[in-house]
């Protein structure tokens, strides 16, 4: 119960700031709904205009989407938490449906604990891998071509920008501006025309696919504190003391204030107004594989008995 509280706690203040807070709380910046002249708060945020028409370096810093979330990874710890946590909930009921010791459901649920959550991660390192390999050279092929073609380069939007329902005179003045910016205009190529998400860096695969690991190990193993504490209990008092209820209960119950918990979470980083409304709809989700894994492991078990 400690650790719950624990873990929820912690969440909600590493997500403390919401995306649907962030959007109200830039919409009134935006407005100037903080008293600051509007030449201030432009002039906090964009870089000077150019004096010449020649082509000019962009800042290097990349600058954060206004309603970007700033805690990196939260879908690879939510994802990786829900997943564990699922799996390990039907392992659990599904071994006491069919009858097995808690020994038994102790030891396969974290043999397959420990093989789910490595195979997850490296599976998340690798696909991850793959985009940002895919974003890097895409990124110097834009980049390549704008200071080789430049002129080729300015039509291709400017023609992207006519099918966006920009008139023509516009289209050409908006691509003159934002090309004399080598990176911003680049970087914006990348996002509007080829709709290709900007390199994360060489280290995110690897994190992501950390995070993924070791969140599903984290969260898939709270449903078998039960079993564990009911193992221990027959291990020091006696064979007695198993008490399947007992190690369901608890594993019921931690699953369900966990499920709650991420989805609130998951709710508050994608930008939801209702998080508790989703978070009882993870709820819901989590007790009905719970009674689908119950139900079938006794039907099996049945029918394989006959």
Same mark, same amino acid.
């Given at each position: 119960g400690m650790l719950l509280v624990l873990v929820a706690f912690g969440g909600y203040c590493w997500l403390d700031y919401g995306r649907a807070e962030l959007a109200d709380s830039y919409r009134n910046r935006s407005h100037y709904g903080d008293e600051v002249a509007p030449s201030e708060f432009c002039e906090a945020r964009a870089p000077s205009p150019p004096r010449t028409d020649e082509l000019? #370096?962009? #800042?290097?810093?990349?600058?954060?989407?206004?309603?970007?979330?700033?805690?990196?990874?939260?879908?690879?710890?939510?994802?990786?938490?829900?997943?564990?946590?699922?799996?390990?909930?039907?392992?659990?009921?599904?071994?006491?449906?069919?009858?097995?010791?808690?020994r038994s459901i102790f030891a396969m649920g974290s043999a397959s604990l420990a093989?789910?959550?490595?195979?997850?991660? =490296?599976?998340? =390192?690798?696909?991850?891998?793959?985009?940002?390999? =895919?974003?890097?050279?895409?990124?110097?092929?834009? +980049?390549?071509?704008?200071?080789?073609? #430049?002129e080729e380069e300015m039509k291709e939007m400017i023609c992207h920008y006519r099918k966006r329902g920009i008139s023509k005179d516009d289209a050409q003045t908006v691509a003159s501006v934002l090309s004399r910016y080598e990176t911003f205009w680049v970087e914006h190529m990348m996002s509007e025309e080829l709709g290709v998400p900007l390199p994360r860096g060489a280290e995110a695969p690897i994190i992501s696919g950390l995070a993924t690991s070791a969140s599903l190990l984290f969260f898939g193993a709270l449903p078998l504190l039960g079993v564990a504490s009911s193992v221990a209990l027959s291990r020091w008092r006696g064979p007695q003391w198993y008490r399947p209820q007992f190690s369901t209960s608890v594993s019921?119950?931690?699953?369900?204030?966990?499920?709650?918990?991420?989805?609130?979470?998951?709710?508050?980083?994608?930008?939801? +107004?209702?998080?508790?409304?989703?978070?009882?709809?993870?709820?819901?989700?989590?007790c009905a594989a719970s009674l689908l894994s119950f139900w079938l492991s006794q039907v099996l078990t049945a029918l394989s008995h006959r």
């Open positions: 000019q #370096p962009a #800042p290097s810093p990349a600058l954060q989407p206004a309603l970007q979330v700033n805690r990196q990874y939260v879908a690879e710890v939510v994802s990786g938490g829900l997943n564990g946590l699922l799996m390990m909930i039907a392992t659990v009921l599904g071994g006491i449906g069919a009858d097995l010791s808690g093989a789910y959550s490595l195979s997850a991660g =490296f599976g998340t =390192f690798l696909i991850e891998s793959v985009r940002e390999e =895919f974003s890097v050279a895409q990124l110097a092929e834009e +980049r390549s071509e704008v200071q080789q073609v #430049p019921l119950a931690l699953s369900a204030g966990v499920l709650l918990l991420l989805g609130v979470l998951l709710s508050r980083a994608a930008g939801s +107004r209702a998080p508790c409304i989703n978070g009882l709809l993870m709820l819901i989700n989590g």
